[in-house]
């Protein structure tokens, strides 16, 4: 697949809507919002947009911790208000209000997130395995930071779905940082890429702050999923601008980072990066680019006017959810 002009707008948008929901999310968390913490996707929204925009509806996904899935859920196109909901602890929310930040959408791919970093790689080939078997095409694309790479479950998962040719694509949101462990302390290669030859599959580290160089790498290994080939391992070098979590106490705070080193690291923005690519190759005009932006806004003071106004659920939901 090329991307034309719209892809690359479409790209955009889902790229800006990204960063305005994630900068409505910790604002709303600062105001109190917010059930328990956030964990920002700020700097970082590319790898989540750019793997998700041109999956088809039907594809699963299950988004990275980091956004706690709005830059996924923002490139799979769905409504976000339910979502914003499920933090606020609302009846209105994805699950209502019962889980906080592991909210869900099923009609868009999004079966809801787990606390344990690492329980996605074998969810991820049970619905690869699901998609073979029902045949209809459907591909398995899992999202997750450099951390949870050192699970178990990810070496148990990456041989099953390799073994199985199996329709999964691993994204991996290398930003650098495991919480506050950086990278270069807890892996002894450059590549987390190169996991992937020990598996037998293909392997490409992309520059994770270009939109464009992730979605096509991942409609790259999408179609190659799609044809029956096989998994195939994305590495996207990406960064985050925030610490680990907004809304944890400071004494936990461990950020090993300076804030000139933080500045530094913000010149590669990957929305402004976009942004004036696009302007500059006159895919974009100004008048275009400030008109998305009033819309968006429009959309995120609309989200939080409802979470504002939605009731808290009753206890009974309680009992309601339990299976037995
Ligand atoms: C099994 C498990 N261990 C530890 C944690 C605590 N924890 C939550 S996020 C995180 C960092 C994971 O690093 P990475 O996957 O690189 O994502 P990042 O948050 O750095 O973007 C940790 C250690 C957890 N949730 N689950």
Redesign the pocket.
Known sequence: MKLEKEDLLKLYRNLARARVLDQLAIKMLSEGKFMGFY?SAFG?EAPGVGGTTFLRQDDYIYP???GHGIPHACGKGGDLQPFFAEHCGKATGTTKGMTGFHGCDPEHGMYGGG?????AFPLSVGWALAAKKNGRGQVSVCF??????G?GTFHEAMNMAANWKLPVVWVC???????Y?P?KDAYPLDDIANMASAYGIPGVVVDGQDVVAVAEAVVAAVERAREGKGPSLIECKCL?FRS??EGIPDWYHAEKRSEEEVKELMKRCPVALYRNRLLEQGLLTQEDAERIDRELAEEAAEIERQCDEAPFPDPSVLENAVYA
């Open positions: 964990h970082g990275h911790h980091r606390g344990t970093i690492g329980s997750f930071g450099d951390g949870s790479m699970r949101e290398n930003n650098g940082m495991g919480q462990v990278i985050r680990h979590a």
